[in-house]
C-alpha cells in the first residue's frame, strides 16, 4: 500500500496560518505547559559544527522531540545555521525544516518548512517568558539585533505585553532597523532607531537581544530595577548582568550547559552560577514556580530554543493543511519492500 506524506512548502506553511503570532504565542505556551506537567520528550540538541567547532562555516542542529497529551506527536527539527549566509545576506543565516512521525507506525507524515515556524517560535518563546516575568505596565522595549528574530520579537512581546508603546532598536547594520521602521509603518506600533546599544537599553523596561554576535555587549550598569531581560543567542550579556538578576529562567538548563561558550554555562563552570538558581519556564508556565513577584526585581530569560516548540506549531499547522486542503503529496513508496 502507498504512504503519501504531506510536503508544506513556506507558503504553504504561511497559509495555514504560521504568521498568527497570537495562536503561535498560545501553541508555545500549552507545550511549556505540558513539558511542565511531564508530557514532553525533548533531549538535547546535537550539534555538528562543519569543518569544525574552531573554524565553523555552518552548524548543523537534529531536534529529536515526542509530544504527548492530546497531541500525541513525534517529530524532528533539523535545523542549521551558515556564516556565509550571514555575510553574504543572500540567503537566511539559519534554514530548518521539521519532520512530522506517528508515534505508533513511525511513519511520516508531513515535512514542512521550518524557517518561519523558527522564527514564530523562537519570539513566541520570549513572549510567553515576558507574559510572566516582565513587568505588566511594561512601556518601552530596547532591542538589539533588527534581524529575523527582530521583527517576530516586536510581534510576540506587543502579544503579550499590549502596554508597550515604543521599540528602540539598534543594529550593527542601521539599513535592518529602517526596514523593520518601514515594515510596521501603520501599525500602531512604534519603532525608534537608536544610535547605540547603550542608548536602545538604558531605562528600557524591557531589553531584548537577537544578535549573531558571539560577544557579550550589554552592561550591567545599563539594566534598572524592575527590568526583564531576553537573551536569545547565549552570548550577548556581560556576566555582571547575570549576576543582577533576581530570577533566571531558561528554556532547558540542560542544553544551556552543553553549550560551553554560552555565558551561563561559563559562569557555572567557573562557579559563578549555582545551577540551583536557575529555573525553567516550563515550571512557571505549569505553576509549580513562581515569575515575577515584585515591581522592582530583574528578571531574565535566556534560550537556546527546544525541539518542542517546532513540533507543536508544526502539528497545528499540518492539521490546518489538512483541514484546507494545502500542500503537497510526495509518495513514500508505491509498494513497501521486505515488509
Ligand atoms: N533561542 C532560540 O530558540 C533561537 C532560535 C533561532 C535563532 N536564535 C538565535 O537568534 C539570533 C538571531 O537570529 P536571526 O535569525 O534573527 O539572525 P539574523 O542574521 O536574521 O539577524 C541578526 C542581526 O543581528 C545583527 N547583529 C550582529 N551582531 C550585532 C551586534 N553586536 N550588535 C547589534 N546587532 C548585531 C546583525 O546585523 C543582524 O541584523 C542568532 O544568534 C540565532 O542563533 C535563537
Known sequence: MKHEILFLNQEDVIEAGVLNMGKILELVEKVFYLDGIGQV????????AVPDKDSRQST?????????????????KWAAESKANMESGLLPMGIDIVILSDPV???????????????????????VAAKHLA??????????????????????????????KQFKMFDLKPEKVDNLIKEFEGTGIEIIAAGSVEEAVRDADIVATMTTSKKPFVKGE????????????????????????????????AQMKENSDSVLAQMFYSKELDEDDVLHLKDIVSGKKAGRETDDEITMFSSRGMGCL???????????????????????????KWV
Open 310 to 336: 517546532d513540533i507543536m506549531v508544526a502539528d497545528y499547522l499540518y492539521k490546518q493543511a489538512i483541514d484546507k486542503g494545502i500542500g503537497q503529496k510526495l509518495n513514500l513508496w508505491e509498494e513497501v
Open 222 to 253: 545599563w539594566i534598572k530595577p524592575g527590568t526583564m531581560v531576553i537573551q536569545m543567542s547565549s552570548y550577548e550579556v556581560e556576566k555582571d548582568v547575570v549576576s543582577k538578576a533576581d530570577k533566571l529562567v531558561v528554556d532547558s538548563w
Open 135 to 164: 513587568r505588566k505596565d511594561s512601556e518601552t522595549v530596547g532591542c538589539i539585533g533588527a534581524g529575523i528574530i527582530g521583527r517576530t520579537m516586536i510581534q510576540a512581546l506587543k502579544g503579550v505585553l499590549p502596554n508597550i
Open 60 to 76: 548543523f542542529i537534529s531536534m529529536p522531540v515526542y509530544i504527548g497529551g492530546d497531541i500525541n506527536r513525534a517529530g524532528v
Open 105 to 127: 507506525t513511525v511513519l511520516p507524515i508531513a515535512i514542512l518548512d521550518g524557517l518561519v515556524i523558527t522564527a514564530m517560535r523562537t519570539a513566541a518563546a520570549a513572549g
Open 41 to 48: 520528550k525533548n533531549p538535547p540538541k546535537t550539534e555538528m
